[in-house]
Nanobody, 132 residues
Framework: QVQLVESGGGLVQPGSSLTLSCEFS???????????IGWFRQAPGKEREGLSC????????FYADSVKGRFTISKDSADNTVYLRMDRLTSEDTAVYLC??????????????????????WGQGTQVTVSS
C-alpha cells in the first residue's frame, strides 16, 4: 500500500499563490516501481478534476488545459514529496485538493493520468479556499 498526505491548503485572497505538498510513502514490503503522482481537486457538487501529474520514472509532467501556465508540479530531491504550486488563484479554485498514486509508466500516464478511477491510492485532501 501507499500512503499519501496532503498539506499546505488554507484560506487565501484572490490573486495569491499557494503551494501544496503531497508526501507519500510505501508500506513495508511494498515496492514502488514506475508510478505517477497526480493532483486532483473536487469542489462541492462537481466532479473530481485532474489538474496535473508527475511521472516519477522520468520526471514527465502533464497538465490540464484549465491550469496550464498557472499551476506547476514538481518534486523534491528525495523523491518522496510532490508539490503543486498554484498562482493567480481565483474563487473558482476553491476546492478540496487531493493527490493520488497511479502505478504505471509515463507512457501510460500520458494517456490515463486525468482519470481518477485509474489511481490506486488517495490522500485525504487539503482544503483550499480563495476568498476576499
Amino acid at each position: 500500500q501507499v500512503q499519501l498526505v496532503e498539506s499546505g491548503g488554507g484560506l487565501v485572497q484572490p490573486g495569491s499563490s499557494l503551494t501544496l505538498s503531497c508526501e507519500f510513502s510505501a508500506a513495508s514490503g511494498f515496492t514502488l516501481g514506475a508510478f505517477t503522482i497526480g493532483w486532483f481537486r473536487q469542489a462541492p457538487g462537481k466532479e473530481r478534476e485532474g489538474l496535473s501529474c508527475l511521472s516519477m520514472d522520468n520526471g514527465a509532467t502533464f497538465y490540464a488545459d484549465s491550469v496550464k501556465g498557472r499551476f506547476t508540479i514538481s518534486k523534491d530531491s528525495a523523491d518522496n514529496t510532490v508539490y503543486l504550486r498554484m498562482d493567480r488563484l481565483t474563487s473558482e479554485d476553491t476546492a478540496v485538493y487531493l493527490c493520488a498514486y497511479f502505478e504505471g509508466s509515463s507512457d501510460q500516464a500520458q494517456i490515463l493520468w486525468s482519470r481518477p478511477y485509474e489511481y490506486d491510492y488517495w490522500g485525504q485532501g487539503t482544503q483550499v479556499t480563495v476568498s476576499s
